[in-house]
């Protein structure tokens, strides 16, 4: 499978209400999961990005409801870390049973999940110094969370920074880059591409996100 998409300013999250989402920049995404989980099997996906907001957040959040609402998937969300613009944040959903909780054996992942809207359920992340990621102990969390859904997005940071973001990352096997346009480098898309590449993680797609129109949208979807 090959994603290719060219998004806008990044969408408020408060665009999708609780009926079925309207058609965003990120359906392509959503529709071309939907077929691999038919067709492939496909049942984790890590999203990621170079640099720090790149809209990855937002790709996850979109990707999910129209997963659930449009193609009648049951989608849970696992937020690496929480900070002020994480997604857990913006739905204020940092209260509750975290990701630190589930890395401290205090609850059990499946009772972590927090109802998200749509169906789609999010594992909301650590925040500050919580305890690192470890095999098998991401691994069997992972493989808990295969049972409470049928596709797991993982929303992580950039992966070249953070060693638990790429262990996810390997634990998902499959990975969808979030690209700000004209934002990041090309040796630096390269670099990330090769590293999830040794790592062993197969790179299904990217979202070209922010991309900005040159002629009016009107004449856009004529041009299409």
Do not use: C
């Amino acid at each position: 499978m090959k994603l290719g998409i060219s998004g806008t300013a990044p969408i408020p999250l408060t665009s999708v209400g609780t009926d079925a989402p309207k058609p965003s920049p990120f359906s392509p995404v959503a529709l071309s999961l939907d077929a691999s989980m038919t067709a492939e099997g496909l049942r984790r996906v890590a999203f990621t990005a170079v640099y720090p907001r790149e809209g990855v957040s937002t790709a996850v959040w979109h990707v999910a409801q129209e997963l659930a609402a449009v193609y009648a998937r049951q989608p849970v969300i696992v937020e690496l870390d929480a900070g002020k613009s994480s997604l857990s944040a913006r739905l204020g959903m940092l209260d509750g049973p975290t990701l630190t909780d589930v890395l401290q054996g205090t609850i059990a992942p499946a009772l972590a999940l927090k109802a998200a809207g749509n169906g789609v359920r999010l594992l909301s992340g650590r925040v500050g110094g919580a305890p690192r990621l470890v095999m098998p102990h991401a691994g069997s969390i992972v493989d808990a969370l295969d049972q409470e859904g049928d596709i797991v997005l993982f929303d992580l940071p950039p992966v070249l920074r953070s060693a638990d973001a790429l262990l996810l990352a390997r634990l998902a096997g499959a990975a969808v880059l979030v690209v700000a346009a004209g934002e990041v480098p090309y040796p630096a898309l390269q670099r990330l591409r090769m590293e999830l590449d040794t790592a062993g993680v197969a790179v299904i797609g990217a979202v070209l996100n922010r991309h900005r129109k040159l002629i009016p949208g009107w004449l856009y979807r004529i041009l299409r």
